[in-house]
C-alpha cells in the first residue's frame, strides 16, 4: 500500500506550504494565508490551479477592513455566498493552522473579525488513488445567528475548458432546471456552448469579458481538461433545501487569466458556536486532449471516469 508524504516546503512565491502526494497525484496548501490549496496535480505535472505571482487584489481596497486588501493568490478557496459585499472580500492574509492527520491536513484560518466566521479545510488524500477528499467548514464564531451557504471555489489556470452536465431528471410537465446568468453574461458568448446534456464553458486568452453561470446540478460533478489532465469535482447536491443564486449548486466563471469551477452548499441559519459543512471530492486523470462540443465526443471524454459514480 502507497504511504502518504507530508512535508514542509517553502515557495518561492507563497512562502511556507506543506506538500501532501501519494505517488500519484500532489497537493499543496499555503500556511501564511489562507485557508488555501495552491496547487494540485499528477506527480511530475504541471499545476493545474491558476495562481497569482504577483499576488494582486482582488477589486478596490475596502474601507471597512482598514489598510488590509483582500489578495487574489488564486487555487482553491472557502467564501460565504451569497456574494455580497464587503463580507465575501475579507482579506484572508493572516497565517493558519495546521494539523497532520493520518491521510492529510486539518487548516484553520484565522476568526475574521469583522464577520466573525472561521473558515476550515480538511483534506485527506486517498493512498492508492488519484483523489482527495475535502471538507469545507465555516464556524459562526459570533454572538448571534448567520444566514449563509459555503461556497467552494476552484481557479483553473487558462487555456482549458470546463464540462457541466445538464440535469436529467424527467418531471414531466414541470422544469428540470433552472440556470442563472449575470448582467455581464452573454448567452451568445462563443466560450459557451449550450447543448442537450452538457454545457461547456472554454477559458479564452484572448477574450477579456467575463462570463458566468450557475445551474441546479443534480448530477453532483463537473470538471476541467487542461495540460493533459481532466480535473473532476464531485458533490452531494442538496435538491431540497434552499440553495444560492436562485437554485445554483455549482457555477463556472470565466476571464481572460483563469477559469472557476464552483460549489454550492445550502443556505442555513447558523447559531453561534454553529457549523455548516460542505464537501468535495477530486478526482484527477491523464487524457489524451480537450473534447469539443460535440456531445457524442464529451460523454466519451468523461464517461469512462464517471463509472464507480453511476
Known amino acids: 500500500m502507497s504511504k502518504i508524504a507530508i512535508k514542509e516546503i517553502r515557495d518561492a512565491v507563497f512562502g511556507n506550504c506543506l506538500k501532501l502526494e501519494n505517488g500519484l497525484i500532489e ?10 490549496i495552491i496547487h494540485f496535480s499528477l506527480c511530475g505535472k504541471e499545476n493545474m490551479f491558476y495562481t497569482d505571482p504577483e499576488k494582486k487584489p482582488l477589486g478596490d481596497m475596502l474601507e471597512v477592513y482598514g489598510t488590509e486588501r483582500c489578495i487574489l493568490y488564486g487555487g482553491h478557496r472557502i467564501w460565504i455566498s451569497p456574494e455580497i459585499l464587503p463580507r465575501c472580500y475579507h482579506p484572508d492574509n493572516e497565517p493558519v493552522t495546521a494539523e497532520q492527520s493520518e491521510n492529510g491536513v486539518i487548516v484553520k484560518g484565522a476568526i475574521e473579525k469583522f464577520n466573525n466566521i472561521q473558515k476550515i479545510m480538511e483534506i485527506n488524500m486517498f493512498p492508492d488513488l488519484p483523489e482527495v477528499e475535502i471538507n469545507h467548514s ?29 440535469p436529467s431528471d424527467k418531471t414531466g410537465l414541470l422544469h428540470n432546471r433552472s440556470i442563472s446568468l449575470w448582467d455581464y453574461s452573454d448567452m ?44 473532476f469535482k464531485f458533490f452531494e447536491p442538496n435538491n431540497d ?36 459543512s460542505h464537501t468535495e471530492e477530486w478526482e484527477i486523470y491523464e487524457t489524451d486532449g480537450i473534447p469539443g462540443n460535440d456531445e457524442t465526443e464529451i460523454r466519451k471524454a468523461v464517461e469512462k471516469y464517471l463509472t464507480k459514480r453511476i
Open 138 to 166: 465555516i464556524v459562526n464564531c459570533g454572538m448571534w445567528d448567520i444566514e449563509y451557504a459555503c461556497w467552494c471555489i476552484t481557479m483553473f489556470d487558462k487555456g482549458g475548458k470546463g464540462i457541466i452536465p445538464m
Open 27 to 36: 497537493l499543496v496548501v499555503a500556511l501564511d494565508f489562507g485557508p488555501r
Open 241 to 276: 433545501g434552499i440553495l444560492p443564486d436562485n437554485g445554483c449548486s455549482y457555477e463556472s466563471y470565466t476571464n481572460d487569466f483563469m477559469f472557476e469551477a464552483e460549489t454550492l452548499s445550502e443556505i442555513a441559519l447558523v447559531e453561534p458556536g454553529g457549523v455548516l
Open 188 to 231: 451568445s458568448d462563443k466560450r459557451v456552448y449550450w447543448g442537450k446534456d452538457f454545457i461547456t464553458l472554454k477559458q479564452d486568452p484572448n477574450c477579456a469579458t467575463p462570463f458566468k453561470l450557475g445551474i441546479n446540478n443534480t448530477d453532483g460533478w463537473g470538471a476541467y481538461f487542461n495540460k493533459g489532465q481532466a480535473f
